[in-house]
């Protein structure tokens, strides 16, 4: 890669890559830990419960005897698994969740045993899409999952996996492209360079809310959780693995979760850029404090996942896939096309903000009449369209309309077939269905 | 030929690339197929990675891994997984005509990259990123400047292809929609039958065998705790209602001692 864009990366000694990459992996698995108790604490408060409080101090070390205790568990594997794919996809889950890390970054330029390095693993021009992609391949994970277990609520949880990735992938893809037009990059360590006076949550505040809304459903938590569904699926994808298998699916979960808030802080919230009251602190931006800041915003995600999951309940699999297809994605589209327009004003025809503002307006005003105009046309179209198929469907049927051979309408009876008269006449004293095609055989001059 | 990074790079992923295009024609099950398919397109974005196309390589991972073989796989899943595909030829020749082209590919393929790797010596991309100042750049400049035609029509044979795709699959609706709402208004609805879950087998009953129908509150059964096809082979254990009043009389009598 080219070296000249990219500064610092690409430059570190042998050790410190492998040092960074250790450090990164300790990270995520003691975030992990951590997520999965906190979690059960902030839920169990949500519920007038406790949680759990009894291994260690404050019960922080409850997830790390849980761990010990499902890696020693017995393994059972079925028999009508298909063994291979039934080993590699828990491999392929918990590998794409720790590698999508490898381009987040958690500080600026600090230094390391008397080397300069930046906070971060690597970057280059596309490390934003490097995370889609590998978002993309961890989902095999579960899909091949749901498909080797030889068992229907693994294989239902796995069909709905690659249903709901290829939805939502579309809308998050969609969402990050506004920041990429505004940073002029995809490389994270740029985009974060450039939200320094202003977070892109603030300027493209509705791609943040479909980002943030897509991510939900990329990570399969609920209310999104549909290839899990517990209360359907049983365990969905995970139903027929158990032990150190079942772990690393429970690991890339909460991986995931960590990595999609990361993104999510990087895009949009600025990264380990310093929060407002402290951005005037003059070295809020340099040495070690950003990565605590970056910690804190990755928790607030976190928390929020927490949070939507104690309140919401589980959307049905018919409205989860209209809201990503009818909602996030045409929403999606339309934000783009605005942004890309106010750009090219803004840039070829040097408007000011002031104006953009005023154009932008005058626009929505004239569009917002123009669709209400059309609304009322389409509205009397549509009346005037059901009174007719009323009429016709109240008219007595007429099986050669319009010189075809022809079906019934809605509402409309076939006058006659033997085999119907035969079984009304052998059921006795008939119900109101019948009545009514009796009725109808009288009416019709054809029987 | 010095050993660099690249040359360990293609030598390993020029590998798994070839063993997984094998594994894709030889194996049997269409999932496995699928499968070798996308190490196929993972191994090959690695490549263009290597040979600095890195955004080519994460397109290339995104769209045919992510998107593509996923699409794939949910229409294998649907159709049926373990559905192999019969080895009897339908159309008349076909394996011949099939050798025939496969071989002239073969040929034509080794031609072109033949004369491409003699004649020329390797450029490399790396003076083509610096024209624009980075690999996306040169990128969008081209698709936006000289290859605006191809990238439009690309677009829209792509949307008409989806949208013949809606169209074919399209049904008219002839009735409204039953609403989730509807349906569960008309579960209670009078002669709906019973709007919940039927009581469990052996409810309240001397035992909890499938066979055993709940005991009412006022002390009658009932039937509909048994499950059908139980009750069709007339399995179903009724128990006299003098048994019941035995069992009331044996546990007040335990009572009072």
Redesign the interface.
């Known amino acids: 890669?080219?070296g000249s864009?990219f500064g610092f990366f690409g430059t570190d000694p042998w050790w410190m890559v492998i040092l960074k990459a250790v450090v990164i992996f300790g990270m995520l698995v003691v975030i992990t830990l951590f997520t999965i108790w906190w979690e059960r604490r902030v839920v169990s408060r949500m519920q007038n419960r406790i949680g759990p409080n009894r291994v260690g101090p404050a019960g922080l070390l409850q997830s790390l005897m849980d761990g010990f205790k499902l890696a020693f568990k017995e393994e059972i594997i079925p028999k009508s698994a298909h063994v291979a794919?039934y080993w590699i996809a828990p491999v392929i889950s918990a590998t794409a969740a720790f590698l999508a890390f490898a381009v987040i970054p958690f500080g600026p330029i600090v230094s390391i045993f008397g080397v300069e390095t930046p906070l971060q693993l690597t970057d280059?021009?596309?490390s934003v899409?490097?995370v889609?992609?590998?978002?993309?391949?961890g989902?095999?994970g579960l899909?091949?999952a749901?498909?080797s277990s030889g068992s229907t609520y693994p294989?239902l949880g796995?069909?709905r996996s690659?249903?709901q990735?290829?939805s939502y992938?579309i809308a998050m893809?969609l969402s990050f492209v506004a920041v990429f037009l505004f940073a002029g990059s995809?490389s994270t360590s740029q985009i974060i360079a450039q939200q320094e006076p202003i977070w892109f949550a603030v300027i493209l505040l509705p791609s943040f809310l479909i980002y943030v809304t897509s991510m939900v459903g990329e990570t399969n938590r609920a209310p999104f959780d549909l290839p899990e569904a517990e209360g359907e699926l049983v365990g969905g994808f995970h139903t027929e693995y158990s032990s150190l298998k079942f772990a690393m699916f429970f690991l890339a979960e909460y991986i995931n979760m960590v990595t999609v808030s990361a993104l999510a802080t990087t895009l949009f919230l600025g990264g380990w850029l310093a929060p407002w009251p402290l951005s005037l602190w003059d070295s809020a931006n340099t040495g070690w404090w950003p990565v605590l800041w970056w910690l804190l915003k990755v928790q607030l995600f976190i928390f929020m996942f927490i949070w939507l999951r104690a309140t919401l309940p589980r959307l049905?699999y018919d409205q989860f896939m209209k809201f990503g297809w009818k909602v996030l994605i045409p929403a999606s589209l339309g934000w783009i096309f605005i942004v890309a327009i106010a750009r090219v004003f803004r840039n070829d025809f040097s408007f000011t903000n002031q104006q953009l503002l005023f154009t932008g307006a005058a626009a929505i005003a004239v569009l917002l009449i123009g669709s209400w105009l059309l609304q009322i046309r389409s509205d009397r179209k549509q009346e005037s369209l059901e009174e007719e198929l009323e009429a016709e469907s109240n008219a007595p049927f007429d099986p050669m309309a319009g010189g075809h051979p022809v079906p019934p309408m809605?509402g409309q009876i076939f006058p006659y077939t033997p085999r119907r008269v035969l079984a009304e006449q052998s059921v006795a004293g008939g119900v109101s269905l019948s009545d009514k095609d009796t009725n109808a055989i009288e009416e019709t001059p054809n029987a | 030929m010095t050993i660099d990074g690249e040359l360990v790079v293609f030598i390993i992923c020029g590998g798994l690339t070839v063993i997984g295009a094998l594994g894709m024609v030889l194996s049997r099950k269409a999932?496995?197929s699928a499968?070798f398919i996308?190490m196929v397109m993972?191994n090959l974005?690695i490549l263009y990675v290597a040979n600095?196309a890195?955004?080519l390589g994460?397109?290339q991972?995104?769209v045919y891994?992510?998107?593509v073989m996923?699409?794939f796989?949910?229409v294998l899943?649907?159709v049926g997984?373990d559905s192999s595909d019969s080895l009897i030829e339908t159309i008349r020749g076909q394996r011949l005509f099939g050798i025939l082209f496969g071989v002239a590919l073969a040929v034509l393929l080794a031609g072109g990259i033949g004369t491409a790797l003699t004649d020329k010596g390797d450029v490399g991309l790396?003076a083509a990123?610096?024209e624009f100042?980075?690999?996306?750049e040169g990128i969008a400049n081209l698709i936006f400047s000289d290859f605006l035609f191809a990238f439009q029509a690309t677009a829209a044979l792509l949307i008409t292809a989806g949208l013949g795709a809606v169209i074919l699959t399209h049904r008219e609706a002839?009735?409204p929609k039953v609403t989730?709402k509807e349906l569960s208004v008309a579960r209670f609805m009078v002669g709906a039958g019973h709007p919940g879950n039927k009581p469990n087998p052996g409810v309240y009953a001397r035992h909890n065998a499938v066979n055993t129908p709940a005991i009412l509150p006022d002390g009658s059964l009932s039937l509909d705790s048994v499950p059908e096809p139980v009750r069709s082979r007339d399995d179903s254990l009724i128990i006299d209602h003098r048994v019941v009043s035995t069992v009331v009389e044996l546990v007040e009598g335990e009572d009072q001692n």
Request: charged share 5%; hydrophobic share 60%; glycine share 10%.
């Open positions: 890669m080219s864009q794919v280059f021009p596309v899409l490097y889609l992609g590998i978002a993309s391949i989902v095999y899909v091949l749901g498909w294989l796995g069909l690659t249903a990735v290829i992938e893809g995809m049905r809605p | 999932v496995h499968l996308a993972i974005a600095s890195p955004f994460m397109v991972i995104i891994t992510g998107a996923m699409l796989l949910f899943m649907v997984v790396d990123n610096q100042g980075g690999n996306v002839w009735k989730q």
